[in-house]
């Protein structure tokens, strides 16, 4: 039921129907039998004359597989190439092990969407820790977040001379000390009350 709700939410607001508008976050959180779902009943009600192919696709192959795993990275820059970038994102995610890096990559510089790109690489490193081991994870991140935030995130953040975020992102990355740098940068441009916060921040991390 809660399901339905987002993709009811999804659509509203993109004017999408139920099953294009929810595919990445479905598919990121490990849900693509309920989109497949979604897809069938987008196409029985015709409100979207492409769902029929999209459930085809995903119910008919084996994301494990290699063949599984092809098709997803075929059809995904096949979506790439019509401009359907949140489509093609979430195919990237069909994929298992997830296509992490082109998911990401079409989250930041096509969505414009960091905070999606960090959730790919975050649930990714959750779906491989189930099956993995029990070895207790110690960092704040997985590997793909890991690499996501250093290879995707932070040179964008930097570039864009977002000091605030990049410090968030170097804390995820369990970088105190690059964090406080980021942060001292900022507060120079900053109130003084909102400069003192950095400077305690500054104080504690250092």
């Known amino acids: 039921e809660s399901a339905a709700e987002v993709a009811r939410v999804a659509r509203k607001s993109s004017g999408a129907s139920c099953s294009r508008a929810a595919a990445l976050p479905f598919v990121a959180a490990g849900r693509a039998s309920t989109l497949a779902s979604l897809a069938k009943s987008d196409a029985a009600q015709g409100s979207d004359p492409t769902a029929a192919k999209f459930a085809m696709l995903l119910t008919s192959f084996d994301f494990e597989s290699e063949r599984g795993i092809n098709a997803a990275r075929k059809n995904a820059f096949s979506l790439l190439g019509k401009r359907d970038f949140s489509l093609a994102a979430a195919v990237f995610c069909l994929a298992n092990p997830v296509l992490v890096k082109d998911a990401a990559q079409v989250a930041a510089d096509k969505l414009d969407d960091v905070d999606a790109a960090f959730a ?25 977040a890991r690499k996501v935030l250093r290879k995707i995130i932070l040179p964008r953040l930097e570039k864009n001379g977002d000091h605030a975020m990049m410090a968030l ?38």
């Open 169 to 206: 992102a170097l804390v995820w990355l369990n970088r105190p000390v690059a964090a406080a740098i980021a942060l001292d940068e900022l507060s120079s441009c900053l109130p003084h009350v909102v400069r003192e916060s950095c400077d305690d921040f500054n104080r504690i991390f250092s």
């Open 120 to 144: 790919i690489a975050r649930l990714a490193d959750d779906n491989e820790r189930g099956v993995s081991s029990d070895r207790q994870e110690t960092r704040p991140c997985g590997r793909h």
